[in-house]
């Protein structure tokens, strides 16, 4: 009786419901500030951008020069494999040296990675694929304001819609043929699928073992302390493994931890997960999908200490943010019973407890004694043989990611394998099913007898296990690579219209030529963080790399800083959003949406975005010249 007390004393009570000022007043604040220290650095119509210096107008001269003689030089026989990509940064003088590499890398960035097709479009062509992306972006954003298809239908129908609209417009002489084939980037498919099976079988193949053992590691009975262990597990999982990698592996551990606690309000633990994973990724050259592009398309080599040294200070300063703003945005639901901010803070730092907390521990705990056997105690703790060979292939996961080997192959082979192992487990080791009948008292059913012909008995034959493919791999979320690929339908046609790179053209005007430079850096990483929300950071990315080929290290590491950090502005912003939202709405938890996500994520972001892009322009090593074009920093 007393653990039911403590239970139900315990137990989360409804959040009233927010004002509006109280729910979207930190965002309206924080987008008025942004456009106000824009305004102030550039001028309300850009009138305080400084002109070009004799420097800079030298070294634009010097590139189209460059451009000019590499556009100019013959083909080679190794062009046939430049889709593979251009190959080395380092040819010798007998390959053609620094011309040779500048010549296939400027081929590549125009041909394959971002070969512009706008200007075979009609006016009326652009409009309206414009429109059916708008459309279908709306769709998405708030899935739940018209039909219940759901995110992954309404992408595959926009995909299939985009491309026999686009169909349409070739064979009306409105627009170019449209390869769809080319816009689907197959590594994030694979990669998707690989982890997806790896998650499957950590978690299914035994109970107790690694899966339950990580979960365990994230619980805490008091909820400030749970979302902390999910924020710092997030970051660093996300700087090791990828940002999609951790979203998929850990939403439905969240979302489990939340049930187990009975909290009423879920979306502050998977806003944790969400945002800090985006934040974590930033960290790392392998951290998300984006990074790995801009490492290889770099004109310079950008190394992994280096890239991580120069963006630890950003990422740190986004992370305290991201923390202080989740704590103080969500304060009710994380420290019960509080009365504010200054009491908040002394729970956190001096341990302070207040009634409704002490209640939820002692729930807790309570709950812990009661469900505990004594006889498997020791045998629930301990790690048997199977969890031993599953932190093996967990960490022989970890270093071939680590030495850079290929994402998607390495995801890929660790859900094979653990796929044969848990086969071979279930074969040979798992006691078989019983397949008795019983009776309305329990009662044993005899096995019904049957004869052949002659009226002999005919003996029952070995009955077959149930197959991986009939089980597990039913699992997999096909649905949610249904959502991906109709996504690369609808962006990669989007870009074929040339809208976005017309819209970072015209937005901004005079900083072109300056991006990351004086006051123009603050106006530029808004233009990637809109433009990353709308059509994607990985095709803003390959833009980006089209339109200025000789951007300098520095450059790319604000690029890569401000299209992680703008995946956090809104539910579209970063796959591991989606994936984030898709896994809990699949255990019944639809409380991570496009209207619950902004009032939060919007303010976050600006403000972490704004304070690393400071930290990041203030304390760099990374040149802001080409070494090997020559260039002296």
């Known amino acids: 009786m007393d653990v039911e007390k403590n239970i139900s004393f315990g137990a989360a009570k409804a959040p009233s419901k927010m004002s509006f000022m109280r729910k979207w007043g930190p965002a309206l604040l924080a987008i008025s500030a942004v456009l106000a220290l824009n305004a102030s650095l550039l001028g309300p119509t850009g009138s305080k951008i400084p002109e070009l210096s004799q420097a800079q107008l030298e070294r634009r001269a010097r590139n189209e020069k460059l451009t000019a003689e590499v556009l100019s030089m013959p083909p080679s026989k190794d062009d046939l494999f430049l889709a593979r990509g251009f190959g080395s940064r380092n040819l010798s003088e007998e390959e053609g040296g620094v011309m040779e590499y500048t010549r296939r890398r400027h081929r590549y960035l125009g041909e394959y ?327 309305a008292e329990g009662n044993p059913v005899p096995r019904k007898k049957t004869y052949d012909m002659d009226g002999n008995e005919i003996e029952p034959e070995e009955e077959e296990l149930v197959t991986e493919s009939e089980t597990t791999l039913t699992e997999v979320d096909y649905g949610l690579l249904m959502l991906f690929i109709g996504q690369f339908l609808l962006i990669g046609s989007f870009d074929d219209t040339g809208v976005p790179q017309a819209f970072f053209n015209f937005a901004m005007g005079n900083c072109a030529g300056q991006m990351t430079e004086g006051g123009c850096v603050y106006w530029f990483v808004m233009v990637i963080t809109i433009l990353s929300n709308v059509a994607s950071n990985v095709p803003v990315v390959q833009m980006l790399a089209a339109t200025f080929p000789y951007a300098t290290p520095y450059d790319w590491l604000q690029v890569s800083f401000s299209a992680t950090i703008a995946g956090n502005l809104t539910m579209l912003g970063s796959a591991a959003n989606m994936i984030v939202a898709f896994q809990a709405a699949k255990v019944g938890d639809r409380t991570f949406t496009s209207e619950r996500h902004a009032p939060f994520g919007i303010p976050s972001t600006l403000l972490s975005l704004y304070a690393g892009t400071f930290v990041l322009a203030q304390f760099h090593f990374a040149p802001e010249c080409l070494p090997k074009k020559g260039e002296v920093c």
């Not at 491309?163 to 080319?182: M, Q, T």
């Not at 280096?306 to 923390?323: D, K, M, R, T, Y």
């Not at 901010?341 to 209640?359: F, H, K, Q, S």
């Open 113 to 439: 990675l971002h070969e512009d097709v706008s200007d075979q479009f009609t006016l009326f062509g652009k409009l309206s694929v414009a429109l059916i992306y708008f459309a279908y972006w709306f769709f998405l954003m708030f899935p739940n304001w018209f039909l219940p298809i759901g995110r992954p239908g309404i992408a595959l129908g926009g995909g299939l819609s985009m491309v026999v609209w686009r169909f349409i417009l070739l064979k009306s002489k409105h627009g170019p043929f449209f390869d769809a084939e080319r816009v689907i980037i197959m590594e994030p498919l694979f990669l998707l699928f690989g982890l997806m099976l790896t998650t499957i079988y950590l978690e299914k193949m035994e109970r107790g073992g690694l899966f339950d053992k990580l979960r365990d590691s994230l619980d805490d009975p008091v909820n400030w302390k749970r979302s902390a262990k999910i924020m710092a597990m997030s970051t660093l999982g996300s700087a090791a493994v990828m940002n999609d990698s951790v979203a998929l592996i850990f939403s439905g551990v969240v979302v489990d931890l939340c049930v187990r606690h009975k909290v009423a309000n879920s979306l502050p633990y998977l806003l944790s997960l969400a945002t800090t994973a985006n934040i974590g990724s930033a960290l790392t050259l392998t951290g998300n999908p984006q990074n790995i592009l801009i490492v290889s398309l770099s004109y310079d080599d950008i190394g992994w200490l280096e890239f991580a040294g120069n963006v630890a200070l950003p990422v740190v300063a986004a992370s305290l943010i991201n923390f202080a703003m989740m704590f103080a945005y969500y304060g009710s639901e994380l420290f019960p019973g509080s009365s504010g901010i200054v009491e908040n803070i002394g729970i956190i730092l001096w341990g302070n407890r207040t009634p409704e907390m002490l209640a939820q521990e002692h729930a807790f705990y309570a709950r812990q004694a009661a469900s505990q056997d004594p006889s498997s105690s020791d045998q629930t703790h301990s790690w048997t043989f199977w969890s031993k060979i599953q932190v093996l292939i967990v960490i022989i996961f970890l270093i071939c990611f680590a030495v850079g080997l290929d994402v998607c192959v390495v995801s890929i082979s660790a859900g094979a394998l653990l796929m044969v192992l848990a086969a071979y487990k279930r074969q040979h080791y798992d006691p078989r099913p019983d397949t008795t009948q019983y009776d």
